[in-house]
């Protein structure tokens, strides 16, 4: 979301909605936390992403080994985008958009260009072993047998040793340093549908290799965001643990850039890291499968801190920090307390915003917020699945009932990732 491309110095790049004449946005910038506690004696190794990232483009070529220079300098290790329901776009091309007043230019790849050979997924339809593109025939996919149709596909395979060395990653601003990396290979896909009911709603799918020697103890992945309803000092935070949902809706019901009615935005965890329970009274259900003796381990932690605050309540830069707010604690590794209940809790604001009930965020400011899931434990080898979808509504009416329409609007998210998005082509 962070648009350092169209922009030089760095602007909020998520646009909604596309048809407004002025550029109004709803995201400043988002990433990917990845923390263990690694081999014998559990090091706390940490990787990051968010304003600037410990991330490189490329794979893990041999496991448990630092990738030769030769990946960092490969320029095939790139996203990979494709456009599906236009045939005209089948072998590729440039189209140009128009988004808040201001015109983009897409290029698209081949179905033909799409990495098989890198690891993207595609959906096998001619029944001969192999990806041979055609436009009734094979075409990429979103993986795991999944053969949902999206407008839209971009993939692309990074990795934590930044620019393949092992170094101690840096620290920045909400970017937690001082810790080496893991040896994290993530393919990630990012998809939409351009049908009504998914309309403002983008989908977000990592696929996680420990590509590493050493065990992962205590995993944790994280998404931090830095939501700005379009004003950045207006806005609040929440959480729904029972849908796996976090948002940020604005303090009251007229923002300076979207005006009365702003809307709310969250991410909603669709398939979370599978944990092994061995008990047969334990289910995972998938899309694709369902597991006895394991668990989803859902959302496990909500936290939301200010720019410009301390260490325990401010954007974290060290990897301590960071980790505490992953395992559910504030960044000084202190409980978080319900205001309300005066008990311990993982999830910050996990009261009902709608109705003003329980413990809500009541003071407005510049927040950014991480979305958590653990924990697990990750071998040599092993992979897990997250997938998110990020939604956007104003359906609501006023900025408090707009956070009872995102709910209702990530259930619809939930139900057609279910269902393999049958009903949205």
Not at 230 to 251: A, H, K, M, Y
């Amino acid at each position: 979301n962070y648009d350092k491309v169209s922009f030089p110095n760095g602007v909020a790049g998520f646009i909604w909605p596309v048809n407004s004449p002025q550029k109004l946005t709803a995201v400043f910038t988002s990433g990917l936390w990845i923390g263990a506690k690694t081999g014998p004696q559990r090091t706390l190794s940490l990787s990051a992403s968010m304003y600037n990232t410990h991330y490189s483009p490329g794979n893990i070529p041999v496991m448990g080994q630092v990738p030769p220079q030769s990946v960092c300098s490969d320029p095939s290790w790139r996203g990979y985008y494709v456009q599906l329901t236009d045939p005209s776009l089948f072998s590729g091309g440039t189209r140009y958009k128009t988004a808040g007043g201001r015109q983009y230019t897409f290029n698209y790849d081949s179905w033909a260009a799409w990495p098989v050979q890198k690891g993207a997924p595609y959906v096998e339809i001619n029944g001969i072993p192999g990806y041979q593109p055609a436009w009734n025939g094979d075409r990429p996919g979103i993986g795991n047998g999944m053969t949902a149709r999206p407008e839209e596909l971009l993939f692309i395979v990074f990795m934590d040793y930044t620019n393949c060395s092992d170094s101690i990653h840096r620290s920045e601003l909400s970017l937690p340093g001082g810790a080496p990396p893991l040896g994290a290979e993530i393919h990630q896909i990012v998809f939409n549908f351009n049908c009504f009911p998914l309309r403002d709603i983008y989908f977000i799918k990592y696929r996680i290799i420990n590509k590493s020697n050493l065990l992962w103890d205590s995993t944790y992945f994280s998404v931090p965001n830095d939501f700005d309803l379009g004003e950045p000092n207006d806005d609040q935070t929440g959480c729904d643990s029972i849908r796996n949902l976090t948002f940020v809706n604005n303090w009251d019901n007229n923002d300076y850039d979207y005006g009365m009615n702003p809307p709310a935005i969250g991410l909603r965890f669709l398939q979370s890291p599978l944990k092994l329970t061995g008990s047969n009274i334990d289910t995972a259900k998938l899309p694709y499968d369902t597991l006895i003796g394991y668990k989803l381990t859902g959302l496990t932690g909500f936290f939301t801190y200010y720019n410009g605050s301390n260490e325990c309540y401010g954007d974290p830069d060290h990897a301590i920090h960071a980790y505490n707010i992953m395992r559910g604690k504030d960044g000084c590794g202190y409980n978080i307390i319900n205001w309300v209940t005066g008990n311990p809790t993982a999830f910050m604001y996990s009261g009902n915003t709608c109705s003003r009930t329980g413990w809500h965020d009541s003071v407005q400011g510049d927040k950014r917020n991480n979305s958590n899931t653990g924990n697990i434990t990750m071998n040599p080898g092993d992979t897990q699945i997250v997938v998110l979808s990020y939604m956007i509504t104003r359906d609501g009416g006023n900025n408090l009932l707009n956070v009872c329409a995102l709910q209702s609007l990530s259930d619809s998210a939930l139900k057609y990732y279910y269902n393999d998005f049958r009903t949205c082509i």
